[in-house]
Structures are given as C-alpha cells and as structure tokens.
Nanobody
Framework: QVQLVESGGGLVQPGGSLKLSCAGSGFPINKYLMQWRRQAPGKEREVVASISSASGVINYVPSVKGRFTISRDNAENTVYLEMKSLKSEDTAVYYC???????WGQGTQVTVSS
C-alpha cells in the first residue's frame, strides 16, 4: 500500500523544538518533490517547506525561515521537518505531501502552548 506515515507531533512550550518525520511506504520519496504543509484552525492549508527531488532545492514560507529545517534521508526513505523556536502561531495540523501524485500523510498535531 502506497502511503506517507507521519510522526513526531505533540505539545511543546513556546521556544521549544519538535522534529516531524514522514516515512514513505511503497513510495520512493527521493524521486519526488516533497512538501510539509500545515493547517491552523480557521485558516487555509499552507506550504511550510519543500524539497525537490534531484537537486534538493529547498524553500520555506517566510514565517518559518531560520527556525524550520526540511531534510530528506534517502536510505530511510523519510522526510523530516525540524522545528525550533516554536511560537503559538505555529500551532496547526502538519501534513506531509507529495504534489505528484497528490499523496498526503494522515497529519500530525503540533500545539505550541504554555
């Protein structure tokens, strides 16, 4: 079964860190553009970070630049999102997404609160 399986979400205090993982099952992550998206309550889903397949070009939404790092481990067939200096506005459900072939993970909740 082709799927993306996320893990690593949770509750963290402002200024804290979390690392999300997205493991491909039956899906070779290294061959595709991969994104992390998030959806906060009452807001549209937005792309937070992306990493291309061959060249590894990386992009971030301005609000997370310098705080979040996207990476890919081809041997583990996993994409990561390391999040530091977390803020309350980072609270959202985070999704791993492969735009082609429009494959989504199940989502993992990140809550930043004291």
């Amino acid at each position: 079964q082709v799927q993306l399986v996320e893990s690593g979400g949770g509750l963290v205090q402002p200024g804290g860190s979390l690392k999300l993982s997205c493991a491909g099952s039956g899906f070779p992550i290294n061959k595709y553009l991969m994104q992390w998206r998030r959806q906060a309550p009452g807001k549209e889903r937005e792309v937070v970070a992306s990493i291309s397949s061959a060249s590894g070009v990386i992009n971030y939404v301005p609000s997370v630049k310098g705080r979040f790092t996207i990476s890919r481990d081809n041997a583990e067939n996993t994409v990561y999102l390391e999040m530091k200096s977390l803020k309350s506005e980072d609270t959202a459900v985070y999704y791993c997404h492969a735009p082609t072939p429009n494959l989504w993970g199940q989502g993992t909740q990140v809550t930043v609160s004291s």
